[in-house]
């Protein structure tokens, strides 16, 4: 059964970074895509960065590019998410999800994390 553990989540001044991570476990990930969507209070899910494990092709929101790196340790079984300049509108639960497929959409992420919260002040 395919696990998804995030960590790293916190309160942050505007400015500020953090590194989210996801350990997955369960399964052999080499073929899969990771994935970082996030959702604000009242707002929608939305996508924020993707990885495939296999060649490390990455794919980023237009709002995040710049500010946040994707990366993973095959060995670990781990994808972070470095957030730099973070802004008031980083602020949602970030979740990780796994697919087989390198995508920015929702439905195709079958496994999914419980979330971490990242609030940041202004």
């Known amino acids: 059964q395919v696990q998804l553990v995030e960590s790293g989540g916190g309160l942050v001044q505007a400015g500020g970074s953090l590194r989210l991570s996801c350990a997955a476990s369960?399964?052999?990930?080499?073929?899969?895509?990771m994935g970082w969507f996030r959702q604000a209070p009242g707002k929608e899910r939305e996508f924020v960065a993707a990885i495939r494990w296999s060649f490390g092709h990455t794919y980023y929101a237009d709002s995040v590019k710049g500010r946040f790196t994707i990366s993973k340790d095959n060995a670990k079984n781990t994808v972070w998410l470095q957030m730099n300049s973070l802004k008031p509108e980083d602020t949602a639960v970030y979740y990780c999800a796994c697919a087989d497929r390198m995508s920015g959409r929702q439905r195709d992420y079958d496994y999914w994390g419980q979330g971490t919260q990242v609030t940041v002040s202004s």
């Open positions: 369960g399964r052999t990930f080499s073929s899969y895509t």
